[in-house]
């Protein structure tokens, strides 16, 4: 059965960095697109950043741009993202997915908090 397993979640003070990792095993990776979603309490959950299996694609939302950096290891089965001049804004359960375009199969981690405070 295929899982993702999160790591890296932490609390930062605001302008820090801190990278998530996203380990796969089960399913094969590479065939997979990745992506990064977040959510507060009390809302939705909401797409973050996202990667092409070929990787020379990439999209996020407005509020990330310039600051977020999704990255995969396809050899290590491993997503990451990168996050740098973190806000408070920030703060979140953050997910990682994979998901198969042709068969509709999806995975998803189990979360790891980030909380940006001083």
């Known amino acids: 059965q295929g899982q993702l397993v999160q790591s890296g979640g932490a609390l930062v003070q605001p302008g820090g960095s801190l990278r998530l990792s996203c380990l796969a095993s089960?399913?094969?990776?590479?065939?997979?697109?990745v992506s990064w979603h977040r959510q507060v309490p009390g809302k939705e959950r909401e797409f973050v950043i996202g990667?092409?299996?070929?990787?020379?694609?990439?999209s996020y939302t407005d509020s990330v741009s310039g600051r977020f950096t999704i990255s995969r290891d396809n050899a290590k089965t491993t997503a990451y993202l990168d996050m740098r001049n973190l806000e408070p804004e920030d703060t979140a359960v953050y997910y990682c997915?994979?998901?198969?375009?042709?068969?509709?199969?999806?995975?998803w981690g189990q979360g790891t908090q980030v909380t940006v405070s001083s």
């Open positions: 089960g399913f094969t990776f590479s065939s997979y697109v």
């Open positions: 997915e994979a998901r198969h375009l042709s068969t509709g199969a999806r995975y």
């Open positions: 990667m092409a299996i070929s990787e020379s694609q990439m």
